[in-house]
């Protein structure tokens, strides 16, 4: 996929979905790298790690989790960039449960903070 690029970990996370899950969490980093959506920004934090250079979007593919802080996953990803907004490469670096904060350890784990 042009403009997006993926963390070997992301790839391991990715796999622990249902299949709806994996493609709706690979539809969302399309969204992004085409600049039809955007995440939140992340920041240091003593549970998490330091991840103030990613983004987080929340999505569940069970339409009865409609409201962001329902939703049971979370998405991280950051902005490659070369100077030029319009060139800036997506990374994929992790995805997973909001349960215990696991999606954002697993983003920590990956980038290897």
């Known amino acids: 996929m042009e403009g997006l690029t993926f963390l070997d970990g992301f790839r391991d996370d990715i796999k622990t979905l249902v299949r709806q899950g994996q ?63 319009q060139a800036a490469t997506v990374e994929a670096v992790a995805v997973g449960p909001r349960r215990d904060l696991e999606a954002y350890r697993r983003a920590a784990k990956n980038l290897g903070r």
Not at 41 to 51: F, M, R, V
Not at 58 to 71: C, G, I, K, S, V
């Open 23 to 85: 493609a709706m969490a690979l539809q969302l980093l399309v969204d992004v790298s085409q600049g039809k959506t955007t995440g939140l920004p992340l920041d240091d934090n003593a549970k998490t790690g330091d991840l103030s250079d990613c983004f987080k979007i929340y999505f569940d593919h069970d339409p009865a989790f409609t409201q962001p802080n329902e939703m049971r996953f979370r998405l991280v990803y950051r902005l490659l960039e070369d100077g030029k907004v």
